[in-house]
């Protein structure tokens, strides 16, 4: 399965992020091309500000696999990690991440030295537009 088949999965759950008035990002953990984890950010669902997608991938991960690293795993996810989720993204040792969308403001690569560990392979720019699409049309929907 390709990178862009796992990207469209964590596009439909940042939309359904989105469409409960949180910001549309989604993410999804793969090994072996399995998805073992999920999530959309639910920072005002819950009313936590560490429910980000990510952190609730990463959480559902690790539970499904019985163990804290994600060394042979991939974590797709449609914006770019903030420092937090990149400084876990650091600890679970994950093998690879793939980004949808680049985050200009709040984005880890914002912040040097870099935040992933040195094994995780990075690949940018799968399906950006999409998600880009996806968070204009959400703020833009906040503004009017």
């Given at each position: 399965?390709?990178?862009?088949?796992?990207?469209?999965?964590?596009?439909?759950?940042?939309?359904e992020a989105g469409a409960d008035?949180?910001?549309?990002v989604g993410a999804v953990v793969?090994?072996?091309?399995?998805?073992?984890?999920?999530?959309?950010?639910?920072?005002?669902?819950?009313?936590?500000?560490?429910?980000?997608?990510?952190?609730?991938?990463?959480?559902?991960?690790?539970?499904?696999?019985?163990?804290?690293?994600?060394?042979?795993?991939?974590?797709?996810?449609?914006?770019?990690?903030?420092?937090?989720?990149?400084?876990?993204?650091?600890?679970?040792?994950?093998?690879?991440?793939?980004?949808?969308?680049?985050?200009?403001?709040?984005?880890?690569?914002?912040?040097?030295?870099?935040?992933?560990?040195?094994?995780?392979?990075?690949?940018?720019?799968?399906?950006?537009?999409?998600?880009?699409?996806?968070?204009?049309?959400?703020?833009?929907?906040?503004?009017?």
């Amino acid at each position: 399965m390709s990178d862009e088949y796992f990207m469209e999965i964590a596009l439909i759950l940042a939309e359904e992020a989105g469409a409960d008035g949180e910001i549309p990002v989604g993410a999804v953990v793969v090994c072996k091309n399995r998805i073992i984890g999920k999530g959309r950010n639910q920072t005002e669902q819950l009313g936590d500000v560490t429910a980000h997608a990510e952190m609730l991938a990463i959480t559902a991960a690790t539970q499904s696999l019985g163990s804290k690293y994600l060394t042979d795993c991939t974590l797709y996810v449609t914006l770019e990690p903030c420092v937090m989720c990149a400084g876990a993204l650091y600890w679970v040792q994950l093998s690879r991440l793939v980004i949808g969308a680049t985050d200009p403001k709040r984005g880890y690569n914002r912040v040097s030295p870099p935040l992933l560990h040195p094994k995780t392979r990075l690949e940018t720019g799968v399906l950006a537009g999409e998600s880009e699409t996806l968070l204009a049309n959400f703020f833009r929907g906040l503004r009017t």
